[in-house]
């Protein structure tokens, strides 16, 4: 029996009920997700009425400040021992802050809110979204060890993220077609349902899923820690990888309804829609990357799905204006690598956080998830540059009588389509020689258990 087909003698296959109740709190999470860089840079720059350059400089601001918690909440979750778990009783702790959060960042806000208001509550938003997602993942690493098991939980993971989206997105659009109200409205309506989701399915996964203990030393070593594991071949490839894959849906995201509005002519319920189908291709495209991960390895599919991606992406943007069912067509089909990335790079780190606790006895998947989670994060600041520039040659989110001029608009086409096309492809070429196979993540796999197995002995 080869190392690539040898059974683990430790880990069962999860159930596909154990892992729907494990990634329920997707939903809310993914709405989130969403919302942080598409609905709220745009609602509070036009419903709440801030400068657009404002709304950019206070979420960067917010970012890079939530940057520096991910290794902190990383570390503690690793120095973490209970009952309950490593994981799960993070995911606890987030679920009353986002609640607060959702409240008054999508509910109690009003037009005429200030940069201070938005600070505060963004700020308490991101600590408590961190907490959420870093715990979700660490616990889907110990939920599966194995290397093609791990891509089925993440994407399990990524399906869920993917609904999650795609309900989120529907409910403005369902509220002003419908006449319930305006678009605000169906904000507001958008921070209830994920009031309601929070405590529902984190408690649902707390109670139906289980939390295996991982064998190893307590971490150790603060900064110098977190500078060994930039220095590893295999994280350094990955953490671009995912700066890149991270931007270029952050740049479509922040831009999507300026593009479709001013450059295509379609209403703020038509560039819901094609989002919409944007995210349910993605959906529909997840189990295509998850499988032909098992064919060739994760690190092979990816950086396929990322050169698919790029040409679909750009020859999606580039049909005409006019035409809503060709327009949504494109964008359906543009959509279908769009999980790809998300879910294949967060299996790949666990896979390296076996690699690190091999070789060094540590298990360090809080922390490594945390610096995963902030090069994310990253590419999110990075993906609000664009609002700089194009305030900067003269773009307005609600343009006067005379609209936006020609430059301006030229700028946003070229923000749009070009930047986000090569930032993809970009990702293909950094994952050329990645080292951490699925034959040599099979002889770390088999090498841990009998570590482990003799410990416990």
């Known amino acids: 029996m080869t ?12 159930s596909n009920a154990v892992l729907a109740a494990f990634s329920g709190p997707c939903l809310p999470l993914a709405a989130f ?32 400040i939530d940057i520096l918690f991910d290794p902190f909440i ?16 993070w995911m606890a702790i987030s679920t009353p802050i986002l609640m607060l959060a959702a409240l008054m960042m999508f509910v109690v806000v009003q037009p005429g809110a200030g940069p201070i208001y938005l600070f505060g509550w963004l700020l308490v938003l991101y600590l408590g ?16 060890p194995q290397y093609d098991q791990r891509s089925r939980v993440y994407g399990w993971w990524q399906v869920f993220n993917i609904i999650g989206v795609i309900l989120i997105l529907v409910l403005p659009t369902v509220v002003v077609q419908t006449g319930i109200g305006t678009y605000a409205d169906g904000v ?37 820690a977190y500078l060994a594991l930039l220095k590893m071949p295999t994280v350094r490839k990955l953490l671009i990888a ?34 919409l189908f944007y995210f349910i291709a993605g959906l529909c495209g997840a189990p295509i990357w998850a499988w032909l991960a098992t064919r060739i390895g994760k690190d092979k599919a990816l950086a396929v799905a990322s050169l698919i991606f790029a040409a679909l992406y750009i020859a999606a943007t580039l049909v005409p204006g006019g035409n809503f069912m060709l327009t949504a067509g494109a964008m359906f089909i543009a959509g279908l690598p769009y999980a790809a990335g998300l879910f294949l790079l967060r299996a790949m780190m666990a896979d390296a956080g076996d ?9 360090r998947t809080g922390l490594m998830f945390s610096i ?73 796999r088999l090498a841990l258990e009998a570590r482990d197995a003799g410990a416990r002995a």
């Open 129 to 144: 979204f961190s907490i959420g997602t870093l715990g979700q993942l660490g616990w889907a690493a110990v939920l599966a």
């Open 188 to 224: 507001r309506i958008m921070g209830w349902a994920i009031l309601i989701a929070l405590p529902v399915t984190i408690g649902l996964a707390m109670i139906a899923v289980p939390e295996p203990v991982t064998t190893g030393d307590q971490p150790h070593g603060g900064l110098g």
């Open 372 to 444: 995963l989670s902030a090069t994310t994060k990253i590419g999110h600041v990075v993906a609000l540059i664009p609002y700089l520039i194009l305030q900067a040659v003269g773009f307005k989110a609600v343009p006067g009588a005379g609209g936006n001029s020609d430059f301006s608009l030229l700028t946003l086409q070229v923000l749009f389509i070009l930047v986000p096309g090569l930032l993809l492809a970009a990702a293909a070429w950094v994952l050329k020689g990645y080292p951490l196979t699925p034959k040599r993540h099979d002889e770390i």
């Open 355 to 363: 690699e690190v606790r091999l070789e060094t006895g540590v298990d």
């Open 3 to 14: 190392a690539r087909s040898a059974p683990s003698r430790t880990a069962p296959r999860r």
């Open 74 to 89: 990383g570390w503690g979750m690793d120095k973490t021992r209970t009952r309950l778990g490593r994981y799960r009783p």
């Open 242 to 275: 995912d700066l890149l894959l991270g931007v270029a849906p952050g740049i479509t995201g922040s831009l999507l309804f300026f593009f479709f509005g001013q450059i295509k002519g379609y209403d703020h319920s038509q560039a819901g829609l094609f989002m």
């Open 33 to 64: 997700g969403v919302a942080l860089p598409v609905t709220l840079p745009e609602f509070y720059a036009t419903f709440v009425g801030m400068e657009l350059g404002v709304v950019a400089g206070v979420f960067m601001a917010v970012r890079l």
